[in-house]
């Protein structure tokens, strides 16, 4: 099994698991984050929060979660390291085959990037939610439940400009690498064709685009509204 | 229609003595090519011109010059082969380039592939991963007949479509990581598809990829470069083959 795990294919194969569970674990974020955008008195989100906060299920996933996030960053790391290992002399016109730009080749950035915006977040959000606590975190009774006023520590910062344009910067890098990780995953696994390539590059895009969008569109509607 | 000439180009071409001298680039100029001359012509000019010079032409891989025999190797201006598509250096042709441009001539950049000389490469590294597992095992005897053994219209365009690999190492000097995936999965994928591979699949697949690694070449991202580059326009479908091949065959250990 070590031998695997070592293997080219073995080693992208727990870079595609792992990452086609943070993409779910995404999806479960960003529907919850829109609750911000559906009840402005904060109640559904509130609820939301709290909900994720209790519910056991979802305790034993936080620490895989976490277990997640670590494997699919750390793996990311060796496998680029071993990959530029590969060439060491570059070219000196470089590759002009795809544009420097093109997610596919620049997945360790876009992810890196993405790893600065993750630990901003949980600064912001995560830490103070779950262990030191903060002046706007006051608690709420919705429906006769106490409970940790989230909706009021999150709008407030939604209603800084800068933190927003960053938030949005993060939410479109996310939907950058999706667009490639999406269908590059089910690649790798060996779920895919001719046929399924096409549609799982499509399909990849569309979720990129979503992700990316839904990402963007909650600190407009805060600009917007507030 | 008479071709157009090009009355004087620049070859900036990687001069290297042997594998482990130092290169770097040198730029010479070309007078008088014309635009039907194909790119090893055109170097062919070059090195009647160095000779007369007294100095050193400049060493290149090359064979049949008509696209099938995967020895011509150069990366010309940021491209395997050149800037054009489905071809191999020898069936490029000048007319992709103008009058005064200075073209990059640079040789196949991989660990896995050391240079030689120049823009020569040595891509021992594929015959190796063949040796590894590309082939069938056959008993000698008699001659089978051609329809004892059917195969489906499509699973045999399939497996044609990946034997026409010429190892050309077009993919590798693409990919950014120097990934062989492309090159193996289709040595793969040309047994993969037909009866008479399967009884070694299993084999095949885990030995040719454990080759691959154990030569240094880099693992695939899915950067899909392989499959623009490659002269035989080999689709990046036979990695996902290749993955659940080897995939499949680790999971029945």
């Not at chain 2, 042997?18 to 290169?23: L, V």
């Amino acid at each position: 099994m070590s031998s695997f795990m070592s293997a080219s294919i073995g080693r992208k194969l727990l870079m595609s698991i792992t990452g086609l569970f943070l993409i779910s674990f995404l999806c479960i974020h960003l529907t919850l984050n829109l609750f911000l955008t559906f009840d402005d008195s904060g109640n559904l989100f509130n609820l939301a929060a709290h909900f994720m906060a209790t519910n056991p299920l979802i305790k034993i996933m936080e620490p895989v979660l976490a277990v997640g996030f670590v494997v699919h960053i750390i793996w990311s790391a060796w496998i680029t390291l071993e990959n530029m290992r590969a060439r060491p002399q570059k070219y000196a016109y470089g590759d002009q085959l795809l544009s420097w730009w093109a997610p596919a080749k620049n997945m360790f950035i876009l992810g890196a990037m993405v790893l600065v915006f993750l630990v901003i977040h949980l600064v912001n959000f995560w830490i103070k939610m779950k262990f030191t606590g903060d002046p706007l975190l006051t608690s709420v009774n919705v429906g006769g439940v106490e409970m940790h006023n989230a909706y009021a520590l999150v709008s407030n910062l939604f209603m800084n400009p800068l933190y927003n344009v960053l938030y949005m910067i993060g939410g479109i890098l996310v939907g950058l690498h999706i667009s490639h990780g999406f269908w590059s995953a089910f690649q790798t696994i060996g779920f895919s064709n001719q046929i399924w390539l096409k549609r799982l590059k499509f399909l990849a895009v569309a979720i990129g685009v979503v992700f990316a969008a839904g990402f963007a569109y909650i600190p407009i509607y805060f600009m917007i509204k507030f | 229609m008479a071709d157009i000439i090009l009355n004087k180009i620049y070859v900036k071409v990687w001069r290297q003595n042997s594998p482990k001298a130092k290169g770097g680039f040198e730029t010479y100029q070309v007078e008088n090519v014309s635009q039907g001359t194909s790119f090893l012509e055109m170097i062919d000019i070059l090195n009647d011109k160095l000779i007369l010079e007294g100095k050193d032409p400049i060493a290149f891989d090359h064979d049949c010059r008509e696209g099938i025999c995967g020895m011509c190797s150069m990366y010309i201006n940021g491209h395997a082969h050149g800037p054009d598509t489905e071809v191999t250096t020898c069936q490029l042709h000048m007319r992709k380039f103008h009058e005064g441009q200075t073209i990059v001539v640079e040789p196949w950049r991989a660990a896995a592939f050391p240079v030689i000389k120049d823009v020569m490469v040595d891509r021992t590294a594929f015959e190796k991963i063949q040796q590894a597992g590309g082939y069938v095992s056959v008993n000698t005897g008699g001659v089978p007949d051609g329809n004892v053994i059917l195969i489906g219209q499509d699973d045999a365009e399939e497996a044609m479509d990946a034997a026409a690999c010429i190892g050309c190492g077009a993919c590798v000097a693409t990919c950014k990581n120097s990934s062989a995936m492309l090159f193996v999965a289709a040595k793969v994928s040309q047994f993969a598809k037909l009866p008479q591979g399967k009884i070694e699949a299993k084999k095949r697949a885990k030995a040719m990829v454990a080759k691959m690694d154990e030569l240094g070449f880099g693992g695939c991202t899915n950067t899909g470069g392989c499959e623009l580059a490659c002269p035989k326009s080999i689709s990046i479908a036979h990695i996902a083959r290749l993955n659940r091949e080897y995939l499949s065959a680790k999971l029945a250990d």
